[in-house]
Structures are given as C-alpha cells and as structure tokens.
C-alpha cells in the first residue's frame, strides 16, 4: 500500500507539474496573440524577438487561438513571413550581391515554357512567355544567381554546392514560411516574397517586389511593397 500512496503522490505531482507548464504555455501563446494583433493592427513590429520564438514554440497553441477568435489564418502566416523579413533585413543587406541567391517556383513559368529541366533546375531560354523571361538578366545583375526550381531539395542541393551567404525564396504563403524556416534551422539569411497567385501553373507575382528585395543594400528600409505578401 505505501508503494501504491508514494505513486499516487508521484502521478498526482506530475499532474500538477503538467498542467502548469500547459497554463504557462497558453499563457504565452495568448501573450503572442495579442502581440501579434497589435502589431498587425498597427502596421508595426512590437516586441518582435519575443514574438518569434513564440510563432515556433507555441505555433500549435497560437493557431488554436487565432481560429478561436475567428482570425484568417493567412494572415497569421503572412505576419510570420512579414515578421521573419524584418528580422533578417540588416544580416541580408550587408551580404555581397555575388552572395545572393534567388530561387524561383517553376509555376511561375508559361504552360509553353521551352526551359529544359537540369540537375540545378529549369535554364530559362529568355522566350518571353512568362515574368521570368522579362526579369531574369535584371535579377542576375551584380552576380546574383537565381534558380528555377521544382522543389525545397533543389535548393538544399545549390546551398550546398553554391554556398550563398544569404537566399531569396518566391512561392505560395506557405511554402514561403517553411522555406524561411527551413533557412533558419540551416543558420542561412533569408528573404520571402510571396506570389499574388496561389496554383501550381501560371502562377503570378509582381516582379518589382521580388526586384526590390534582391536588390536590398544597407540603409534600404523594407517597405510596404517588401514586406506584405
């Protein structure tokens, strides 16, 4: 009987220990919650390297609370991307622009798109046919590469072999957020624009935003255009 009274006693403390680290966490995701709403709200970062950590620890949670209050999903995921841009603007425009590399979602390319795929991606053959043709060699400039790819192993395959100080990554909302952080688990600068178009052909973005952060140098501000989705 006392065997069975001291695991009692155990079980009933790991309850108690359990529940307050529960308390704790949904306390800080509610602490976020707000911090991130009044950021948004007020277009403004508020305590953004608290809130960071706290987008990843209490994500779940966090979520659980954004659908709770009936709140967009996206936007909550915009806000990380918009979040993680900020935070990395200073490292990124410090970084030499023959040190950049741009990755472009191959669905950004026409239906008729002649490019031949590669071991590095598809060779855009400039025909004209999408964006990508009208603003490869501008985006190439100063040395920058850019790649066109079908997917994250691509660009884990180019980090690897190009070594590029700091990455520039175009997609959908939620391929943006896992690709920044996947970049952040790598230790890698990086930068997210999202395209105005969801889809896996055809899809759109407006290039001077894409333009504009490749191109960022010290004393460049992120701005509006940069930063939303």
């Not at 359990?18 to 704790?24: A, C, G, K, R």
């Not at 949904?26 to 950590?53: C, D, E, N, T």
């Not at 990455?167 to 970049?183: P, Q, R, T």
């Not at 504009?212 to 140098?217: F, K, R």
Request: charged share 25%.
């Amino acid at each position: 009987m006392a065997s069975l009274t001291s695991l009692d006693q155990f079980m009933l403390v790991l309850g108690y220990v359990v529940m307050t680290i529960m308390l704790i966490l949904l306390a800080y995701a509610f602490i976020i919650l707000v911090l991130s709403l009044i950021s948004i709200r007020r277009g403004r970062f508020y305590f953004p390297r608290l809130i960071k950590p706290g987008l990843i620890i209490v994500e779940g949670q966090l979520r659980s609370l954004w659908k709770a209050f009936r709140l967009d999903d996206r936007e909550l995921t915009s806000f990380t991307i918009r979040l993680r841009n900020q935070m990395s603007h200073d490292r990124f425009c410090a970084v030499p622009m023959d040190k950049r590399a741009i990755f472009l979602p191959q669905c950004l390319r026409s239906a008729d798109c002649p490019a031949d795929l590669t071991t590095e991606g598809l060779v855009c053959k400039r025909c004209m046919r999408c964006g990508i043709g009208k603003v490869i060699d501008r985006l190439e400039e100063e040395g920058r590469m850019v790649f066109i790819v079908p997917g994250s192993t691509f660009i884990k395959r180019m980090i690897k072999k190009y070594h590029p100080q700091a990455i520039v990554g175009v997609g959908c909302l939620l391929e943006v957020k896992e690709g920044l952080e996947m970049a952040d688990s790598i230790n890698m600068v990086a930068m997210g624009v999202v395209t105005s178009k969801d889809g896996c052909v055809e899809t759109t973005m407006e290039w001077d935003r894409l333009l504009e952060v490749a191109s960022l140098v010290p004393g460049d501000p992120l701005t509006a255009i940069s930063l939303a989705p």
